[in-house]
């Protein structure tokens, strides 16, 4: 069903309980489309369903703009991204092999992850995923967003994950999420993008920010939702120097004398 502005998917409840998952796509302030799963009380979206217009029965295509691009999905969890001149950027996954969304659920219908599977182009590549030591471009990677603070050989750990990738297809994704999560680029099956997304039990929601437009764009677009950054004190743009292996104090005021002499 839809309202203006918003596409929303009830689906059947969860088990044998009155819990609906809902998918809401809506515009964030025109410039981002917003995935929300949500977990539901059945009765409530009964009440409310006077709310939104049925989707046309003689079609079962649901639409909306985006910032000059079209979103597209159909009943049969079709998803799909596309630029007006060039066409498709961003779509699910094929239909007949996985569907658009997975739940992981318990007996009570518990949702515990969501999975968002999305088809990748060919020659696609993956930039972004917060402060790694090991790669710049993921394809062929899993990225897990956790804390880690490894001391060296780092590899793809980190204690600065951030759950943002920004495509060469010109379209970024962002999980607004505190809780686990994995980037899966093409690890499961070479043309897959798994975007796996741990949900709390008491709070059963997550968002999935997608954006679209040239790269730069993009980013600027991102650090709305995510918190523009904060010019930095003065001495932060003075010397920096790691002192991970300095072990003694003669090592320090060593390398002090250094610093001041070069």
Known sequence: RWRKGEI????????DSVKVPCLRINRNDGKAARLSFVIEDALHRVENISEYIPYSESSDL????????????????????????????????KPEDLRFIELLTDKRGTVHKIRYNFLM??????????QRYSHLQYRGQ??????????????????MPVPFTLSSM??????????????SFGT????????????????????????????????????????MPILPPKWTFGLWISSNNWDSQAEVCRQLMLSKKY
């Open 8 to 15: 929303s998917l009830l689906f059947e409840p969860l088990e």
């Open 142 to 159: 899993e990225i897990i967003n956790y804390v880690y603070n490894q001391y060296r050989d780092q590899g793809l750990r980190t204690y």
């Open 121 to 130: 182009a060919s020659d696609e590549k993956f930039f972004g995923m917060g």
């Open 62 to 93: 649901l639409e909306m703009e985006l910032d000059g691009f079209d979103v597209t999905m159909t009943t049969g969890l079709n998803f799909n991204v596309a630029d007006r001149k060039n066409g498709d950027i961003l779509k699910s996954y």
């Open 170 to 183: 010109n379209y970024g994704i962002y999980a607004d999420t505190d809780m686990f999560s994995a980037f």
């Open 188 to 227: 499961k099956l070479d043309d897959l993008l798994a975007i796996e997304i741990s949900l709390n039990r008491k709070k059963q929601l997550t968002e999935l920010f997608i954006f679209v437009g040239e790269p730069k764009d993009v980013i600027q677009k991102f650090a709305k939702i995510a918190g």
